[in-house]
């Protein structure tokens, strides 16, 4: 199993910029791809972004394909989303997640790991 612990998140202006952090541990070297999620208040969880360990394919959402980058540091087993540009509507709480596969999933159900979340508040 990994531990994954999120960090970075806080209330910003629209257009601004947040850099979110996924530090993993526990059996990182089972780690295949790790992601972002993010869920709105009464709203479902929705993918963010992904990237794969070992050879870092990445996929976005629409929503966030131009402004958001996300990247690992495998010496660190830690991933991160640049959030450039941001949105009120970007507003939400932010998921890491990882799974064993180096395949990248859209649906939250096919992660394994998930950390605790971290706030992101983008006021307008």
């Known amino acids: 199993q990994v531990q994954l612990v999120e960090s970075g998140g806080g209330l910003v202006q629209a257009g601004d910029s947040l850099r979110l952090s996924c530090a993993a541990s526990?059996?990182?070297?089972?780690?295949?791809?790790m992601a972002w999620f993010r869920q709105a208040p009464g709203k479902e969880r929705r993918f963010v972004a992904a990237?794969?360990?070992?050879?870092?394919?990445?996929y976005y959402a629409d929503s966030v394909k131009g402004r958001f980058t996300i990247s690992r540091d495998n010496a660190k087993g830690t991933s991160y989303l640049q959030m450039n540009s941001l949105k009120p509507e970007d507003t939400a709480l932010y998921y890491c997640?990882?799974?064993?596969?180096?395949?990248?999933?859209?649906?939250?159900?096919?992660?394994?790991?998930w950390g605790q979340g971290t706030q992101v508040t983008v006021s307008s």
């Open positions: 997640a990882a799974h064993s596969r180096q395949l990248i999933y859209t649906s939250s159900s096919r992660y394994d790991d």
């Open positions: 990237i794969t360990w070992t050879d870092t394919n990445t």
């Open positions: 526990g059996r990182t070297s089972s780690t295949g791809t």
